[in-house]
């Protein structure tokens, strides 16, 4: 097929036309989408289309289309979080200033556009244009060339130089998360850049050798295969949009596991030059929080971050069995291993119908904490893996309490969303 020249596609928020791609779609935005969120679009929906207008109905319209909250959990795993998104702001605002203070001292044909474009810019902080862009969406639907003070056009204008996708982050921050997000690519379709068979990641797969620093999937590495396994699973329940965007590697083939290992995963991959962003993440216990200590005294790169599971609130007051006897105490940080966040319902002896116990062992390390761990482990996982099942040909709702595992992949966003320093 014969390329059509002047073929766009168009990325669309609330019917505006936030970003344009000539001949192909901008890979860092194609990334953000999977193989199932692309296709024909039809009925009711191929109004949200500008290719709608220029179209007859008999016409195919093709599109990538993703709701607002997928995509703002995908930024926010590449290490794109609002936060970030503010900073950027920020920068394009003094930088966008700097040249309509410059440009109204030198351009004499231009220079009231100038002034009044620095009139504006000067002290618009970034909440203040979040508000004035919420106005704009939806009544112009596409860029124009105006740069008129408060357009949209004018607002857009001031990232024109950043990356784009600081820019979606912050646009997305105004938009319910239910709402959709699309690039028409029908131009491309018919121009012949693209097929109706086009996948966003295996395009992205051809462009991966110049993957940036927020392009590359985030790795988890845990104390043990297990861990691994059970937080693989609940992203893959909890939050499914997201299972493609972060990995976790399994290198427990041959392995002793636990912390102590986890410390030598990660200084071995601090001796490569891997891109991605990488969290180990370190049991809520006694050893982890020893062994990890010794490896947050190093000086690490930039895109390796330390975690650890984090406080749970069933483990405040927790039964434990040891030399003096049977009490309930509070195990953060001292027997909190991946057991204890498969939920209440896992950790409940059916027998008894009693907490299983935490087993005291012996002193850990230079700050002498007792090391706990829980009493028949296997079951318990066993009883997580029984929820898994069912959680997966069911509604979440109706297969127990996920409270733990929500826990663990809300940290583990938190810190991939901010733990990245702005360049």
């Not at 970003?19 to 953000?32: A, K, M, V, Y």
């Not at 504006?120 to 939806?138: C, H, N, P, S, T």
């Not at 002896?349 to 482990?377: F, H, M």
């Not at 066993?382 to 996920?402: C, L, M």
Request: hydrophobic letters at 35%.
């Amino acid at each position: 097929m014969e390329l059509a020249l002047g073929s766009y596609a168009s990325l669309i928020v609330r019917n505006s036309v936030i970003f344009q791609f000539r001949s192909e779609i901008d890979h860092q935005f194609s990334f953000l989408f999977t193989q199932d969120e692309f296709g024909e679009v039809r009925g009711r929906d191929r109004k949200r289309l500008p290719s709608e207008s220029r179209y007859n109905d008999e016409d195919h319209l093709y599109a990538l289309s993703s709701f607002a909250g997928h995509l703002v959990d995908r930024l926010d795993v590449l290490g794109i979080g609002l936060e970030l998104a503010r900073q950027c702001y920020v920068e394009a605002r003094s930088r966008s200033l700097d040249t309509a203070r410059t440009s109204s001292s030198h351009i004499k044909e231009l220079s009231e556009s100038y002034v009044k474009e620095a009139a504006f810019l000067d002290g618009l902080e970034f909440d203040d244009w979040l508000g004035l862009l919420k106005e704009q969406l939806g009544q112009e639907q596409s860029r124009s060339w105006s740069m008129e003070p408060g357009s949209l056009s004018s607002l857009l204008g001031i990232w024109d130089y950043e990356d784009g996708r600081f820019l979606l982050r912050a646009i997305l921050h105004l938009l319910d998360p239910s709402e959709r997000v699309e690039i028409d690519v029908t131009e491309l379709c018919g121009g012949g850049w693209i097929d109706p068979s086009y996948s966003p990641r295996s395009a992205w797969v051809e462009y991966s050798r110049e993957m940036t620093r927020y392009g590359s999937p985030a790795v988890v590495l845990t104390e043990g295969s297990s861990d691994s396994e059970f937080i693989r699973d609940s992203l893959r329940i909890l939050r499914p949009h997201l299972a493609e965007f972060v990995t976790f590697p399994d290198f427990s083939a041959g392995a002793e596991g636990g912390a102590a290992q986890l410390v030598k995963t990660v200084r071995a991959f601090q001796s490569t030059s891997i891109a991605n962003r990488i969290v180990a993440l370190f049991d809520n216990d006694a050893a982890g929080y020893s062994e990890a200590s010794k490896i947050q005294q190093e000086s690490l790169p930039s895109n390796i971050s330390i975690l650890h599971y984090p406080d749970l609130k069933v483990a405040r007051s927790y039964p434990t069995k040891g030399p003096s006897g049977e009490k309930h105490v509070d195990v953060n940080r001292l027997a909190c291993s991946i057991e204890m966040y498969l939920g209440v319902d896992c950790l409940t002896d059916p027998d008894s119908d009693c907490l299983v116990n935490v087993r005291w062992g012996g002193q850990i390390g230079k700050t002498g904490n007792y090391q706990g761990a829980l009493e028949s482990k296997r079951e318990i996982q066993s009883r997580f893996r029984d929820k898994v099942s069912q959680a997966r040909e069911g509604a979440v709702s109706d297969s127990g309490d996920w409270s733990g595992m929500e826990a663990i992949i809300d940290c583990l966003l938190r810190e991939l969303s901010s733990g990245v320093k702005f360049p």
